[in-house]
């Protein structure tokens, strides 16, 4: 069985996608807009649609053409990172769900990307105070305005031996001040095409903007889970306990009963999402699998794999 295999579909279809405010935005730029498949040249709409769906993610990858003028494809490129993508088919039936995660803007002249991937704004370091025995880590430094617009992403520096945690906060403010909100990078024209193939002829030869997309399954490697408090339970509480704590993103979840037990101690820097497919990976005592997935409204599902799941990704 292949969980995690990627396929790759191009859909020619006279679909939908809809690009909406990032669900945590307090207050944000972007309004909701509705896109259509575009052919009439420097009309506003999209083209060369692409997904990659993963059977223990559902929605995980998509990327399409948006094309219109230049001035509003740079506004475009300002407001509509992290925004919500909700794709519909030609039924307008409910068809992918995710995030803007990049975008790369080809003005005809210049090429210019701009990324969530470098993007962090809850830093902190683990360090050994010198002398001392035990590593310590530090309080976190955070960026309230970029957790406000993106959300929490979180980086856990190393640093060595260091004097005290006044030393230890100076490269972390540092790392912080550079990565706390993403950057608009300009880029050689010649590198335009190094991603996946979005060929499309009447919208490459034009200004547009290659726009790359994400699930919500990719937010839950955004934060560490961390609990000192030893022991064991449930793998389906230790589930939910890793949801209520580091889930931002999630708006609901159904968590099937797993009597399996697993540790509740966490201390090495690992991300909640890591966390939680490990636990998953595990089955139950029954030698039976679980699976984790992701339907519409960004709501989270932890159940026993279906025979019907499971062959689907055969």
Known sequence: VRLYSLAWRRLMFEGTITISPN????????YSQ???????????GFRGFTKADRADANFWRCGFLLAGSVN?????????????????????????????????????VAVYLMSLLEMYNHVKIRYRVTGAGDPTISMPLQNADSQAKYGIREYVMTGGELEDSTVADQPVQRFLDLHHTPKITPMQLGLAGRRADYDVKGVTDRPHIKVLCRG????????????????????????????????????SYDVSSNPTLVSTKYETDRRAGDIMRDITRLGDFA????????????????EKAMSARLAASE
């Open 216 to 251: 919500f399954d990719d937010t839950l490697n955004w934060q560490v889970y961390e609990n000192a408090a030893a022991g064991n339970q449930r793998a389906s509480l230790q589930i939910q306990d890793i949801l209520d704590a580091k889930a931002q993103f999630v708006n």
């Open 23 to 30: 669900p945590l935005a307090a207050s944000a730029n972007v």
């Open 72 to 108: 509003f494809l740079k506004k475009t490129m300002v407001d509509y990172l992290s925004s919500m993508v909700l794709v519909h088919d030609e039924e307008n039936q409910p068809l992918w769900e995710g995030f803007v995660f990049e975008m790369e803007l080809n003005t005809g």
């Open 287 to 302: 030698a039976k699998r679980w699976i984790t997935y992701w339907e519409f409204n960004r709501h989270f599902v932890y």
């Open 34 to 44: 509705t896109f259509s498949p575009v052919f009439i040249p420097g009309k506003e």
